[in-house]
């Protein structure tokens, strides 16, 4: 027997992803609120929505989302990373290869570079001047 739900964790720089499936017809919660209400810009949306129409399960199922940290643009991508971990356990459909090949299963590993002293900046230094 298979089980009814799917889980997937998503990250991307410093937000985190909980993104849960279920059989159903295709709503998408994000901390309890609808995708279109939580995301203001379009960008985002199709972020969210790319794993779904890759792999044609938009009207299967359901999404629910618990995101925290980071920006919009983070969260989206964080979203999108865990929704992709989350198809690849449905275990009758094998969406490992398309989903691979779009890059939607690879960790972004990028993070903001930390502040070194002595300057303003990660790289930026202080204007020399010989006087």
Same mark, same amino acid.
């Given at each position: 027997?298979?089980p009814?739900?799917? #889980?997937?964790?998503?990250?991307?720089?410093?937000?985190?992803?909980?993104?849960?499936?279920?059989?159903?017809?295709?709503?998408?919660?994000?901390?309890?609120?609808?995708?279109d209400? #939580? $995301?203001?810009?379009?960008?985002e949306?199709?972020?969210?929505?790319?794993?779904?129409?890759?792999?044609e399960?938009?009207?299967? $199922?359901?999404?629910?989302?618990n995101?925290?940290?980071?920006?919009?643009?983070?969260?989206?991508?964080?979203?999108?990373?865990?929704?992709?971990?989350?198809?690849?356990?449905i275990?009758?459909?094998?969406?490992?290869?398309?989903?691979?090949?779009?890059?939607?299963?690879?960790?972004?590993?990028?993070?903001?570079?930390?502040?070194? #002293?002595?300057?303003?900046?990660?790289?930026?230094? $202080?204007?020399?001047?010989k006087?």
């Open positions: 027997m298979t009814m739900q799917y #889980y997937g964790t998503g990250k991307r720089k410093t937000a985190i992803a909980r993104v849960y499936l279920r059989p159903g017809n295709g709503q998408i919660l994000v901390n309890r609120k609808p995708l209400e #939580y $995301f203001g810009g379009e960008a949306k199709v972020f969210v929505r790319q794993p779904l129409h890759l792999t399960t938009a009207e299967r $199922f359901d999404v629910k989302v995101v925290k940290g980071g920006g919009p643009s983070g969260q989206a991508i964080a979203i999108r990373h865990g929704l992709a971990r989350a198809l690849v356990q275990p009758e459909e094998d969406y490992r290869a398309v989903l691979k090949r779009a890059g939607h299963l690879t960790r972004d590993a990028r993070k903001v570079e930390r502040k070194k #002293y002595g300057q303003p900046g990660a790289r930026k230094r $202080f204007q020399y001047s006087r």
